[in-house]
């Protein structure tokens, strides 16, 4: 059974590669730009570009399971690649956003286009739906390099984040076992943890204290504005004022599925300990 990994440089895909490898499995892994792309000794990397499906093609032969990064503007076409190739399951990072109802198609909730595509095209599937990705602390190194202080507009805003090693547990499991064909399982973090936890978590990883210094909504959305368009920053916006005070859905399927608790937070600072330093 070859199994073909999408987005394999990624922080979820990088270990749906280490935990395959691990297990003997033989993989297969795409890139947009072979040359570029960091990867086990041995490793067999094709060329491929989801935004062409088309040139998926080459790298399906052969292949019986996909994990897919989806990272393709409409889902049809890549349905229909991976049937026409005799792909027998796919393994579809989705959003637990994708669970609310809503039309067939919503431009503000893609992913929910995205399953019910896949769904509909006779492929056997499994849909992850991770919610918050503690990997969004990403993006406060520099502010914590240069700083030594996070700015947030809702220190008090409650999440529970999902270390990406637990969607990559989760995702091999579907990979490598029958159990999860049709699921579509909700991902999160095992805790509720503020965002002011989580800057004090990565002080703690990093030996250093590290403050919160409170923005208003316009700051956030002037510093939003340098990776993100205004919709996109007045809805993650609306979603941290909604949260406060809020404690959040946690879900146990990471601990059933795997058979071990979630990662913590603190857990995934200290994985990620040197992006901060």
């Given amino acids: 059974m070859t199994v073909l990994i999408t987005g394999a440089t990624g922080n ?3 270990n749906v590669l280490a935990g395959l490898l691990e297990r003997g499995v033989p993989v297969r892994v ?5 040359s570029r792309a960091v990867l086990p000794p041995g490793v067999e ?4 570009d989801l935004t062409d499906p088309q040139t998926l093609r080459p790298a399906l032969t052969g292949v019986e399971r996909v994990f897919l990064y989806p990272r393709f503007r409409e889902p049809e076409p890549v349905a229909a690649l991976l049937r026409e190739a005799g792909v027998a399951h796919v393994v579809l990072v989705s959003a637990s956003a994708a669970a609310a109802e809503g039309p067939e198609f919503d431009g503000g909730n893609p992913m929910r286009w995205f399953e019910r595509t896949f769904a509909a095209s006779g492929l056997a599937y499994t849909f992850l739906r991770p919610d918050t990705f503690a990997a969004n602390a990403l993006f406060w190194r520099d502010d914590v390099r ?5 700015p947030l507009p809702y220190p008090d805003s409650a999440q529970a984040p999902i270390h990406e090693r637990d969607i990559a ?3 091999v499991v579907a990979l490598t076992t029958d159990r999860l064909h049709g699921a579509a399982p909700i991902l999160t973090g095992p805790e509720s943890i503020t965002m002011g936890q989580q800057v004090a978590a990565i002080g703690a990883a990093i ?3 590290v403050a919160v210094r409170t923005q208003t909504d316009e700051e956030a959305r002037a510093h939003f504005g340098k990776f993100l368009p205004r919709p996109m920053a007045d ?7 909604d949260s406060v005070g809020v404690t959040p859905f946690v879900s146990p399927e990471v601990e059933r599925i795997t058979g071990r608790p979630g990662r913590t937070f603190a857990q995934w600072a ?4 040197e992006d901060y330093r």
Avoid: E, N
């Fill in 207 to 209: 030996g250093r204290d």
């Fill in 45 to 48: 990397v094709m060329r491929a």
């Fill in 235 to 241: 809805a993650i916006l609306k979603a941290w004022r």
């Fill in 169 to 171: 547990d989760v995702a």
């Fill in 30 to 34: 795409t890139s947009r730009d072979p």
């Fill in 146 to 150: 240069t700083h030594g202080a996070v």
């Fill in 12 to 14: 979820v895909g990088g």
């Fill in 270 to 273: 200290r994985d990620h300990a």
